[in-house]
């Protein structure tokens, strides 16, 4: 393996220092050409890399670039991947292939990448080796590093595949980056970042490193910031939300109790939550919020117990259902969702049937189902596979069944008028707008665009398994 490089510490007052001498090189070229550099950032996997990209995209912005949608014109590109399967990481280095093209037309273009799949030894390597026009990394836990290597890279003229320091996977990064928000009504707000809890399948431990926690001052006044700012969902994110504060005087369910406090008609929603961790103090903080969004994402993973020892989750089924009923019993509207992994290594038939059964039993309200994926360094990788077709197979069945609960679920909520916060033109149609019900379901109607950004009341009178149809109602 090729010598890395390993980030020495920096602090705040040096970020910015690197931040200024980047801005004034770009505009002393945008007093010579008469335009300035553009940075595009391409953003793949989950919500946490969104809040992520919006860091990237607000340091780049104070480094003086132009942020643009079109990578052909981009002085700049940032590729913020994911590692969570295998799917995905074949897709970033597709796509950061395809770069190569627009680089052999601009050789002043720098490209970096980062993301889980820059954490893992690797990848680093095959980004190094393989993907030459790759200019620099950059890990999860050391994007407030972004100006010093972009400035390193810029004086220095090589290249940079550099890996975090111990130090860095013990800070959070939030408080380092300004953020360039894509929604002027929706926000993330990340409140922790790592994850302990070691999934047998799972890299994201591995990537993202342990788990920390923001200050809790911090994350109250960035969401009251927003709600002032007309926001009018907030998301706290964080790979498992309920070890939020573990060791401080201040767990997640103080934490949504306080920041369901704050005045104003707004959402609060949180993901993602483990089952072994989901207490019923939060479920009661819930049932007794005036902004917290009735819907709980509970990741199942199986429906058997055997396979969730293997998978190291730390509950069974029976522990799940009590959750669930709980939650039922104080909030019977809630809006349930999970995720699934079907061909789990040694999953049999009857243990997969328990999942099947699983969903019949609990009934969600959405599902999202993964075929397993071997991530390397994972102790699931080194047991002995489902074969593909057995997967493909699983996974079609597990869709089927779920379509019909989903299908079944959203039936009563035909001629009732739920609040929808509007996300403006759907895609495809630019007559028929879109929203989401505080529940998270999708529901599309008529609207213009004075609607978007903004609650509106529709009356359903059309509902399928992943979608409600209806008209916009006083
Ligand atoms: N293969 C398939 N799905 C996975 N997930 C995590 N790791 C893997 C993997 N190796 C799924 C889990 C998790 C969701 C974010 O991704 O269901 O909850
Ligand atoms: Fe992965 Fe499990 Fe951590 Fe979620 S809780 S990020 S599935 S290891």
């Not at 994911?82 to 970033?92: L, M, N």
């Not at 893992?120 to 950059?138: A, C, G, N, W």
């Not at 799940?320 to 019977?332: F, I, N, Q, S, W």
């Amino acid at each position: 393996m090729a010598k890395q490089y390993i980030l020495p510490p920096i602090s705040l007052a040096e970020r910015k220092d690197y931040s200024f001498r980047v801005r004034a090189w770009n505009e002393t070229y945008a007093h010579a050409t008469g335009k300035s550099r553009k940075c595009f950032v391409l953003t793949f996997g989950c919500q946490q890399n969104e809040a992520d990209s919006e860091k990237i995209a607000g340091m780049a912005e104070e480094m003086g670039y132009e942020i643009t949608a079109t990578p052909e014109e981009a002085d700049l590109i940032m590729v913020n991947t994911c590692a969570i399967r295998e799917h995905a990481e074949k897709k970033a280095l597709s796509i950061i292939g395809q770069y190569k093209h627009i680089r052999a037309k601009n050789p002043d273009l720098i490209i970096g990448v980062c993301g889980c799949m820059t954490a893992q030894d690797h990848r680093r390597e095959e980004l190094k080796m393989k993907y030459p026009y790759v200019t620099f990394t950059l890990g999860t836990a050391s994007l407030h590093h972004f100006p010093k290597v972009l400035w390193d890279v810029i004086e220095q003229k090589r290249r940079f595949i550099t890996t975090e320091s111990e130090e860095d996977f013990t800070k959070t990064v939030a408080e380092c980056a300004p953020i360039r928000r894509e929604s002027g009504y929706r926000a993330w707000v990340s409140i922790m970042y790592g994850c302990n809890n070691f999934c047998s399948y799972c890299i994201v431990p591995y990537c993202r490193g342990r788990e920390r926690s923001r200050a809790k001052e911090d994350i109250i006044r960035e969401v009251r910031e927003l709600v002032e700012a007309g926001y009018r969902e907030i998301t706290l994110l964080g790979q498992n939300v309920n070890s939020y504060g573990k060791g401080s005087d201040c767990d997640f369910a103080d934490l949504v109790a306080e920041l369901d406090t704050i005045e104003g008609d707004w959402w609060l929603s949180f993901m993602t939550s483990h089952p072994k961790d989901a207490s019923r103090k939060l479920i009661d903080v819930m049932a007794a919020g005036k902004h917290i969004a009735r819907r709980f994402h509970l990741p199942l993973q199986s429906g058997n117990d055997r396979v969730l020892k293997a998978m190291n989750r730390h509950y069974d089924m029976a522990k799940y259902l009590d959750t669930v009923t709980y939650m039922r019993e104080k909030m019977p509207d809630v809006v349930i969702t999970s995720d699934i992994i079907v061909g789990f290594p040694g999953e049999t038939e009857e243990e997969f049937g328990d999942t099947l059964k699983a969903l019949e039993t609990v009934r969600f309200d959405m599902l999202y189902s993964f075929i397993y994926s071997p991530r390397k360094g994972t102790p699931a990788a080194e047991m002995e596979q489902v074969p593909d077709v057995v997967k493909g197979n699983r996974f079609d069945r597990l869709m089927a069944t779920q379509n019909a609960i989903a299908a079944e679920k959203n039936l009563p909520m035909e001629g009732k008028t739920v609040r929808v916060l509007c996300d403006g033109e759907s895609k495809g149609n630019p007559e028929v707008y879109s929203g989401r019900t505080e529940g998270g379901k999708i529901v599309f109607f008529p609207g213009i665009p004075d609607m978007t950004g903004k609650f509106i009341s529709v009356r359903i009178d059309r509902t399928e398994a992943f979608a409600l149809w209806g008209e916009t109602a006083e």
